[in-house]
């Protein structure tokens, strides 16, 4: 069955990096378009990258990390990445990733379990 796992969350100072990584299984991880999301305490989950299946990707749909944040993937590996830079304590959530494929006009998502990020002196 589909699978999604990610890794690569914990506790990171001001100022600090962190590569998020997801790993795939069960479906045809090269066809599919990836996305992160983010979710915090009391708030809605935020689209954060997304990475089509020919590798074009944007970041730019929050502008809290606009320039911080780079999605990349690697499909001999069945994974997405998301590297994020200068991590501020706002960047404090759940990360999710996404797998959707379209079927015409017909969309499905799987969602892995998240991975917490925590950003704190």
């Known amino acids: 069955q589909v699978q999604l796992v990610e890794s690569g969350g914990g506790l990171v100072q001001p100022g600090g990096s962190l590569r998020l990584s997801c790993a795939a299984s069960?479906?045809?991880?090269?066809?599919?378009?990836m996305a992160w999301y983010r979710q915090a305490p009391g708030k809605e989950r935020d689209l954060v990258a997304v990475i089509t299946s020919n590798g074009t990707s944007r970041t730019d749909y929050l502008d809290s990390v606009k320039g911080r944040v780079t999605i990349s993937r690697d499909n001999a590996k069945n994974t997405v990445y998301l590297q994020m830079n200068n991590l501020k304590p706002e960047d404090t959530a759940v990360y999710y990733c996404k797998a959707r494929e379209c079927v015409g006009y017909k969309c499905y998502d799987d969602w892995g379990q998240g991975t917490q990020v925590t950003v704190s002196s």
């Open positions: 069960g479906f045809t991880f090269s066809s599919r378009t």
